[in-house]
C-alpha cells in the first residue's frame, strides 16, 4: 500500500521555523521526483519546492525563495521542509507528492498534508 504521511505543521508565530516531514511506504522512494505543494484558504493549489530523485536538483516558487529548503533523505525514504522566516500568507496545509516514471507510464502519489498556521 502507497502511503505518503505528512507531519511537523502546527502554529508558529511570524518570523518562526518549522519543519515538515514527509514519509513514503509502498514504492520505491529514490525512484520518485517529490514536490510540496501547499494550499491556502480561498485559493488554488499552489507549487512550493521541487527536489530530484537523488536530491541535487532542487527548485522553489519565487515566494518561498532563500526562506524554505527541501530536502530527502532517500536510506529513510523521507522528505524535508525547513521553514524559515514565516509569514501569515504561508499559512496552508501543505501537502507530499511524488512523482515516478516506470514501465512506459508515469505514476503521482499524493498524501493528505499538514496544517501551518503562521499567527501572533
Known amino acids: 500500500q502507497i502511503q505518503l504521511v505528512e507531519s511537523g505543521g502546527g502554529l508558529v508565530q511570524p518570523g518562526g521555523s518549522l519543519r515538515l516531514y514527509c514519509v513514503v511506504s509502498?514504492?520505491?522512494?529514490?525512484?520518485?521526483?517529490m514536490k510540496w505543494y501547499r494550499q491556502r484558504p480561498g485559493k488554488e493549489r499552489e507549487l512550493v519546492a521541487t527536489?530530484?530523485?537523488?536530491?541535487?536538483?532542487?527548485d522553489y516558487a519565487d515566494s518561498v525563495k532563500g526562506r524554505f529548503t527541501i530536502s530527502r533523505d532517500n536510506a529513510k525514504n523521507t522528505m524535508y521542509l525547513q521553514m524559515n522566516s514565516l509569514k501569515p500568507e504561508d499559512t496552508a496545509v501543505y501537502i507530499c507528492?511524488?512523482?515516478?516514471?516506470?514501465?512506459?507510464?508515469?505514476?503521482?502519489?499524493w498524501g493528505q498534508g499538514t496544517q501551518v498556521t503562521v499567527s501572533s
Open positions: 507528492n511524488a512523482w515516478r516514471f516506470a514501465g512506459l507510464r508515469d505514476y503521482e502519489y
Open positions: 509502498g514504492f520505491t522512494f529514490s525512484s520518485a521526483a
Open positions: 527536489i530530484s530523485r537523488t536530491g541535487d536538483s532542487t
